[in-house]
């Protein structure tokens, strides 16, 4: 390589080294974020997997991130949505025609998670993250298009419906939100964020029913989000860059 080359190309080297660490001092300790929310559920009343996006609600949240150091951070966030659930809303099987449960209930869920980015310090940053919150729920059940008569041959259904309406429904669920997102640095202090969440949970009425669909299956939600984070605060690590 001659001097010239080798001269541009370490100087190429030091301007990437220059422009990472410059961002890097840019990372604040808090942050502030509003999202806009899809809640997804997932349980009986669905033959998909994936959830139900045919009975998909939006919603908002809100949360702050606390960075304990450019790997990990702490995040408490609030959100409020709805979920529902139709058996109506499915052709096939075609006993969910006959069955016709559905449900409906708001969500208002605080929860506090630990969040690690994967590779800090760049404007595209992947974060993985994992917590505890607790669900506020109002659930309403609705079994008043049930048709008794196609399941009269097989009375698991209707034993269990029976069952079912004798149980009282939770009025908040333990969860426990696993998710994985990004976020795309803007600006010094502002950031586009999306992230996607599964919720665990204990409980098999989180849709009302239980014995009269599949008790063998515990109900959850999920939410996909896209939103706006604000940095504050004071700078966390970085190097000093040299003047140029």
């Known amino acids: 390589m001659y001097p010239s080359s080798a001269k541009k190309f370490y100087s190429i080297i030091l301007l990437v080294v220059i422009n990472a660490g410059a961002y890097a001092q840019i990372t604040r300790k808090i942050e502030l974020g509003l999202n806009a929310i899809a809640f997804v559920y997932q349980g009986d009343l669905t033959p998909s997997r994936i959830g139900s996006y045919k009975t998909m609600s939006l919603g908002l949240g809100v949360f702050a991130n606390y960075k304990l150091n450019p790997?990990?951070?702490?995040?408490?966030?609030?959100?409020?949505?709805?979920?529902?659930?139709?058996?109506?809303?499915?052709?096939?099987?075609?006993?969910?025609?006959?069955?016709?449960?559905?449900?409906?209930?708001?969500?208002?869920?605080?929860?506090?998670?630990?969040?690690?980015?994967?590779?800090?310090?760049?404007?595209?940053?992947?974060?993985?993250?994992?917590?505890?919150?607790?669900?506020?729920l109002n659930i309403k059940r609705d079994y008043?298009?049930?048709?008794?008569?196609?399941?009269?041959?097989?009375g698991t259904i209707t034993q269990g419906l029976a069952t079912d309406i004798s149980h009282s429904l939770p009025k908040g669920l333990l969860v426990f939100p696993v998710g994985a997102g990004a976020r795309f640095a803007v600006s010094n202090t502002i950031s586009l964020n999306a992230e996607s969440a599964y919720r665990f949970n204990s409980s098999d009425y989180l849709d009302g029913f239980s014995q009269?669909?599949?008790?063998?299956?515990?109900?959850?939600?999920?939410?996909?989000?896209?939103?706006?984070?604000?940095?504050?605060?004071?700078?966390?690590?970085?190097?000093?860059?040299?003047?140029?």
């Open 71 to 136: 790997l990990f951070s702490l995040k408490t966030a609030l959100a409020h949505g709805r979920l529902k659930g139709d058996d109506s809303k499915f052709d096939h099987p075609a006993w969910r025609q006959q069955r016709n449960f559905k449900f409906t209930t708001p969500v208002t869920e605080i929860s506090e998670s630990v969040l690690w980015n994967i590779v800090p310090g760049r404007k595209l940053t992947p974060y993985l993250s994992a917590g505890i919150g607790y669900a506020f």
């Open 144 to 154: 008043s298009n049930f048709n008794p008569a196609y399941f009269a041959e097989d």
């Open 212 to 244: 009269g669909a599949n008790p063998d299956k515990k109900d959850h939600f999920f939410t996909h989000s896209l939103g706006l984070i604000f940095s504050f605060g004071k700078k966390l690590g970085g190097l000093n860059c040299p003047v140029l």
